[in-house]
């Protein structure tokens, strides 16, 4: 099969349509930093917090709208085991992570002006904690990167017939690019040119896939087993906690991302922030709506009256594929080179924020707080442009594992839910946590974890929760076991933080063993602005108080 020619071209001036976008907003962000007194820093990593609402809602949702998202949400509809129960509870969850962010964490964030999540982390803990955390947060922008990489590459090489590895460097070059150039400016507005190409594109694509010959009425193999399995997929009553666990990892995992507060701690205020949050919870449904009908359409196909013949995707192993698949061989040529442009658009949209949320990361609580806190704002802006470079290289580099995009999407969220979310919530929301509590909130949510077993990991369980079961020689845990190690792991950082505050403020234990000054902290003083009426002080040993002036 030759190279699809007329595929390349336009893809060339869609690439070049999104750089020139980037370019632009560079250059708008480096005449608004002339204007104003806002560091570099902060122009490059929060656009000088003055989003608006309508951009804010463009970036919140294209954040999301990603190519694992696009991929994995057409793939889990396609595929018997899951199909359009699960597909449904992962739209929900995601979704709900908005509503929950606006409602609970937005105010909180916003209102203190953090440059990036982990400041609470810093002001309250100091660096050892603040240290470990910020290196889980990396992790989850690197493993998020290829995920969204991989649904692009798929895509091209088989509408295009490009390389798979060619397709995926040269997106990510672009993404790198005008990253590097403009900052949150270019991620901003090169957003709300790749939210509208996917909207456009996915409307394009639908119908055809519908009404192409092959494919089968949706409604009557919603539920009927007649080509293939129905698409509804195979809920079970005995799933039924492992999907309320799926639910509530990926709706409060994703409340861990500093991707998405950078989105919110961007915003012109927290009223901004929140409405930006409410209305993209809406729009990533309605983006739901026709990976459904994809995914539908390709569970419904005759696949021995297309092109790509007998036996079907599934039955290949190549449901991972189903997307790129179901463009070229259920569409007209000029429609999936249009349904591949929505896929690198979705890739940029969610690259990009990669890319800035981990040079987020590392330079304001790695080198800027810890490494180097004398560095001036020229040096920042450098290491902000490395860090965007070598995450660019280093997440690109894992696209070549060439794993299911589903599992690269469950894997952040699902680190982020049981280490990152219980040490945020009780750093924001509860006073007598303290670093002891939080040391050990970390490991027992850890061991919890491992030894509830992990099948991705090949760890069997050592815990055995209630339903429990040997099948086929391997342990089956039936049971929420991520929401029970998310739980214990909140419920270790109140104990302990509460057993060491009464243990060294009481005098049971004598004040030099101290190491995280808890004593200290018997007054707690609520978190403030970065700059505002309470300043951020720091001893000789890295832990931090807040002097009232």
């Not at 193999?221 to 399995?229: S, Y």
Request: net charge neutral; with cysteine.
């Amino acid at each position: 099969m030759a190279v699809n020619v007329p595929g390349v071209i336009v893809m060339v001036l869609f690439y070049l349509l999104v750089l020139g976008t980037g370019i632009w907003a560079s250059f708008k962000s480096k005449r608004k930093h002339k204007k104003i007194a806002a560091t570099g820093m902060e122009m490059v990593l929060l656009g000088n917090r003055s989003i608006n609402w309508v951009v804010g809602i463009f970036t919140m949702t294209a954040t999301w709208v990603g190519g694992g998202f696009i991929a994995g949400t057409v793939e889990m509809v396609y595929t018997p085991s899951t199909g359009l129960a699960w597909a449904l509870v992962v739209l929900m969850a995601f979704s709900s992570t908005f509503i929950i962010g606006g409602l609970v964490f937005a105010k909180p964030m916003r209102g203190r002006n953090f440059v990036t999540m982990l400041d609470p982390f810093q002001i309250k803990y100091g660096k050892v904690m603040t240290t470990a955390l910020s290196l889980v947060s990396l992790f989850i922008d690197v493993s998020w990167l290829p995920a969204t990489l991989m649904g692009l590459g798929g895509t091209m090489s088989v509408v295009l017939d490009l390389p798979f590895s060619v397709c995926i460097w040269i997106s990510a070059a672009v993404v790198i690019t005008y990253t590097l150039m403009g900052g949150l400016y270019s991620v901003a507005y090169t957003d709300v040119i790749q939210l509208v190409l996917i909207f456009c594109s996915l409307s394009v694509c639908v119908p055809f896939a519908l009404m192409n010959p092959s494919t089968l009425d949706i409604s009557q193999t919603l539920m009927n087993n007649t080509l293939n399995a129905p698409w509804i997929g195979q809920p079970e009553l005995k799933k039924i906690w492992i999907m309320i666990d799926d639910f509530l990892f990926l709706a409060l995992g994703g409340l861990t991302c500093q991707i998405f507060y950078q989105r919110i701690l961007s915003a012109s205020s927290s009223t901004t922030a929140k409405m930006s949050c409410f209305v993209a919870a809406l729009f990533l449904l309605i983006f739901g709506v026709p990976l459904i009908l994809l995914g539908a359409a390709a569970s419904s196909t005759d696949w021995n009256q297309t092109t790509y013949g007998s036996p079907s995707p599934y039955e290949r192993g190549e449901a991972a594929m189903v997307l790129p698949i179901a463009l070229q061989h259920l569409t007209p040529p000029f429609v999936s080179i249009v349904g591949t442009a929505c896929i690198a658009a979705a890739v940029m949209s969610s690259g990009d924020s990669a890319l800035l949320s981990a040079a987020s990361v590392f330079t304001s609580n790695i080198y800027k707080n810890i490494l180097r806190p004398q560095a001036s704002d020229r040096e920042t802006q450098w290491v902000i442009r490395a860090a965007v470079l070598v995450v660019g290289v280093v997440g690109t580099s894992l696209t070549h594992l060439k794993n299911s995009i589903i599992a690269f999407l469950f894997l952040g969220p699902q680190l982020g839910y049981i280490v990152i979310f219980p040490q945020l919530l009780c750093v924001l929301f509860f006073n007598n946590s303290n670093c002891y509590g939080a040391v050990m909130g970390l490991l027992v949510g850890l061991v919890v974890n491992f030894l509830s077993g992990d099948p991705s990991l090949g760890l069997e369980p050592v815990l055995h929760f209630p339903g429990c079961t040997l099948e086929d020689g391997v342990y089956v845990q039936y049971a929420p076991v991520k929401t029970i190690s998310m739980l214990s792991s909140i419920a270790a950082i109140l104990l302990f933080s509460y057993l060491a505050s009464v243990l060294f403020n009481k005098g049971v234990l004598p004040e030099k063993w101290d190491v995280f000054k808890v004593k200290a902290q018997h007054s707690p003083v609520p978190l403030s602005p970065v700059g505002g009426a309470i300043e951020d002080n720091e001893d000789g040993e890295g832990n931090r108080t807040l002097v009232k002036h």
